[in-house]
């Protein structure tokens, strides 16, 4: 893994802090949680290891599974007060202004008011989220007021079955595990770093992480794996699909689902995800939209050199699992919420208020002048 050359706008290639949670392009496949390869990870790991992992530093052993899990099982369902906000919230709002809203309502009923309750106050927030996403949806998609609880282990079969109303497939499962391991942390990437801006400044919880939810929003962060599915769709084969795209880039309009800010060869979790969305494919017995994503790919070496980051293989994973496309940035942050809140406690346990300085390009120095001069 070769870094990218980092210089310029955006505090490229900027150190803003230290963090011991994750690497990005430095070691092995080019990311890491912990010193564990992000490959190791979802090869041998569940998502709940994962985030005692990010938590705690160290993989839990089986009895400090077990408890963490146990202790998540009864964080799952969501207060009445909760239920009634999001039924308010009409079908055509965006789900991840659903996701900030739970999130903040949250906040509300069960604050955060002392540091002592940050680990707490995360467990319920990746206990919750997932009922926050599908009782929202339910109700306003179908008018289904669901029940939050499910009798799935994991918090990624939970989801499913939230979301479907049945038990999901073995498969399924281990495909939405590796998936919400592959997004669970990134360094000082956009959201996290807002996550760990608000928490400088002795902010709650919730805040932090309802202004990540904000950040990951647009379509150059997490809103990417929804705006590539989008794009997809469209094209009606792997010819039409790289002649569109020929057409994009002529426009110079960007490519959802391609590129990274730190990468430069390769996003190390696309060939995981990509690996599996092949395998559904194959399931769902109809193959067209993995072809058309293989032939983005392979187009945009060619022609840019750039390559697909994380997002572009999520999409059509995620759509081979039956799961709505408006769904798919919301389950980012469903994972994304163990990366926030471990930065979020990294910050506060060596603290100095985020405030960089500006470089100023105004006008020089001048009077007001009164108003009927102006
Ligand atoms: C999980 C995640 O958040 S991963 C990122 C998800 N986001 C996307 O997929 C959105 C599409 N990608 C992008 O917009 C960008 O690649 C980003 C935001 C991810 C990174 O941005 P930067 O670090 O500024 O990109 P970088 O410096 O490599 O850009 C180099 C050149 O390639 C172009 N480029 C980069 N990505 C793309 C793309 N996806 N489509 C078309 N052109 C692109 C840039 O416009 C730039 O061209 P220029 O020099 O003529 O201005
Ligand atoms: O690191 C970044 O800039 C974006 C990214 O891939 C992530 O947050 O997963």
């Not at 959201?191 to 992480?209: H, K, N, P, Q």
């Not at 094209?235 to 990468?263: C, N, T, V, W």
Request: hydrophobic content about 40%; aromatic content about 10%; overall charge negative.
């Amino acid at each position: 893994m070769v870094d990218k050359k980092l210089a310029g706008a955006g505090l490229r290639g900027q150190s803003a802090g230290e963090t011991a949670l994750c690497t990005v392009g430095k070691t092995g496949s080019g990311l890491t949680y912990c010193g564990y390869d992000v490959k190791d990870l979802a090869d041998n790991a569940t998502f709940e290891e994962v985030a005692y992992l990010l938590f705690n530093g160290e993989l839990p052993n089986t009895e400090q599974l077990q408890a963490y899990k146990a202790t998540l099982l009864t964080l799952r369902d969501l207060p009445q007060a909760l239920k009634e906000v999001l039924k308010l919230i009409p079908a055509d709002a965006h789900p991840m202004d659903v996701m900030r809203t739970g999130c903040s309502f949250l906040g509300n009923l069960e604050p955060e008011t002392d540091f002592s309750m940050q680990q707490q106050a995360a467990n319920r927030l990746l206990a919750a989220f997932p009922a926050i996403m599908c009782f929202w949806y339910r109700y306003s998609h179908d008018g289904v007021e669901i029940d939050c609880v499910t009798d799935e282990d994991s918090l990624g079969g939970h989801f499913l079955k939230l979301l479907n109303g049945e038990t999901p497939s073995e498969q399924h499962r281990r495909v939405i595990d590796v998936s919400l391991i592959l997004y669970a942390e990134h360094e000082f990437n956009a959201s996290t770093f807002t996550a760990r801006v608000c928490a400088s400044t002795l902010s709650d919880m919730y805040s932090c992480i309802t202004g990540a939810i904000g950040s990951l929003r647009g379509p150059l962060h997490g809103g990417a794996n929804e705006a590539a599915m989008d794009m997809i769709q469209k094209f009606k084969s792997p010819e039409d699909a790289k002649e569109q795209m020929a057409g994009m880039l002529a426009r110079k309009e960007k490519i959802m689902g391609f590129g990274h800010a730190i990468y430069r060869e390769s996003d190390p979790r696309n060939v995981i995800i990509k690996q599996w969305s092949e395998k559904l494919a194959k399931e769902h017995g109809d193959t067209s939209l993995y072809d058309i994503s293989v032939a983005c790919e392979e187009y945009m070496w060619d022609t840019k050199k750039l390559f697909c980051n994380a997002d572009f293989f999520h999409a059509s994973a995620y759509h081979f699992m039956g799961i709505p496309t408006k769904l798919f940035t919301p389950i980012f942050v469903c994972s994304r919420l163990t990366g926030w809140a471990a930065h979020v406690m990294e910050q506060r346990s060596n603290n100095r208020i985020i405030r960089p300085s500006a470089d100023y390009i105004g006008s020089e120095p001048r009077k007001v002048m009164p108003i009927s001069q102006r």
